[in-house]
């Protein structure tokens, strides 16, 4: 299986100590080897990064663990493929405009016998079982709220409402953002982490490094990490519940 990483926050912050754990994911410390893709929101904007190498030999990869780019919503994805080729258009994150806004979307699992009518404007481009799924929702989506966003509850329950019809055809842990908040939704594993006042420090533990994150932080900072698996060995993270989808505004679950 794959494996995601996202970071949802109130203030603008760069994902350097995280992807670089991450990162070595692809290849090295874990066998995701078949493409890595990341993407930062920033304002109306999108920087989209992927790459067919695996994580741990991309230049890219490097580019981002040494460049810090400072995001209120940040999806990455390492890939071990299950359906499509290893190519460039088959790496996630994949991205969309809808309503007038980038959405970003990465996908986690195998999903069997998925073939949806797509009849819209969002069609695939590549050959992966989740740019189809991705497809799918903005399609349904389009469909209930036409050309005009809904409210995020509003959004919120309209997915809840979606993802099941999905799942119910194998592995769909997901990330989606449309940069102002993101979703998560968990069939086997994701956990999540906030940091906030009063900061400690980190440890990674796909490599031998550490932040301080009180000394690189103000109090009113608040952000929340999703990933697979923990990727730090001293703090405490809190796992979905199978079938759970989550909404993170701001650093911090929504209830």
């Known amino acids: 299986m794959c494996q995601l990483l996202a970071m949802n926050c109130n203030v603008p912050t760069d994902i350097v100590?995280?992807?670089?754990?991450?990162?070595?994911?692809?290849?090295?410390?874990?066998?995701?080897?078949?493409?890595?893709?990341?993407?930062?929101f920033e304002g109306a904007g999108v920087r989209h990064f992927v790459d067919h190498q695996a994580a741990?030999?991309?230049?890219?990869a490097e580019l981002i663990k040494h460049y810090p780019i400072k995001s209120l919503n940040v999806i990455a994805h390492i890939r071990k493929a299950t359906q499509g080729q290893v190519a460039l258009e088959?790496?996630?994150?994949?991205?969309?405009?809808m309503w007038g806004r980038y959405w970003v979307f990465a996908h986690n699992g195998d999903l069997k016998d998925f073939d949806p009518v797509l009849d819209g404007p969002y069609r695939?481009?590549?050959?992966?079982?989740?740019?189809?799924?991705?497809?799918?929702?903005?399609?349904?989506?389009?469909?209930r709220f036409g050309d005009q966003a809904p409210p995020l509850p509003t959004l919120r329950a309209a997915l809840a409402d979606l993802v099941?019809?999905?799942?119910?055809?194998?592995t769909f842990n997901m990330m989606l953002s449309d940069g102002t908040a993101l979703f998560a939704h968990c069939s086997t594993k994701l956990c999540y982490v906030v940091r906030q006042y009063p900061?400690?420090?980190?440890?990674?533990a796909d490599e031998d490094l550490s932040v301080d994150f009180s000394q690189v932080t103000t109090?009113?900072?608040r952000v929340a990490i999703?990933?697979?698996?923990?990727?730090?060995?001293?703090?405490?993270?809190?796992?979905?519940?199978e079938g759970e989808l989550k909404l993170f505004v701001d650093g911090w679950p929504q209830t």
Request: charged share 15%; hydrophobic share 40%.
């Open 17 to 40: 100590f995280s992807f670089t754990g991450f990162a070595h994911r692809g290849g090295r410390t874990d066998t995701h080897h078949d493409g890595w893709g990341i993407a930062f």
């Open 56 to 60: 741990v030999a991309s230049p890219i």
């Open 90 to 97: 088959n790496c996630h994150p994949f991205v969309r405009e």
């Open 124 to 143: 695939p481009v590549g050959t992966t079982d989740s740019e189809r799924a991705f497809c799918f929702l903005l399609q349904q989506l389009r469909e």
């Open 164 to 170: 099941p019809a999905i799942a119910r055809h194998g």
């Open 199 to 204: 900061f400690a420090a980190a440890c990674l």
């Open 219 to 221: 109090p009113s900072d």
């Open 226 to 241: 999703i990933v697979t698996t923990p990727l730090t060995t001293n703090e405490t993270w809190t796992d979905f519940a």
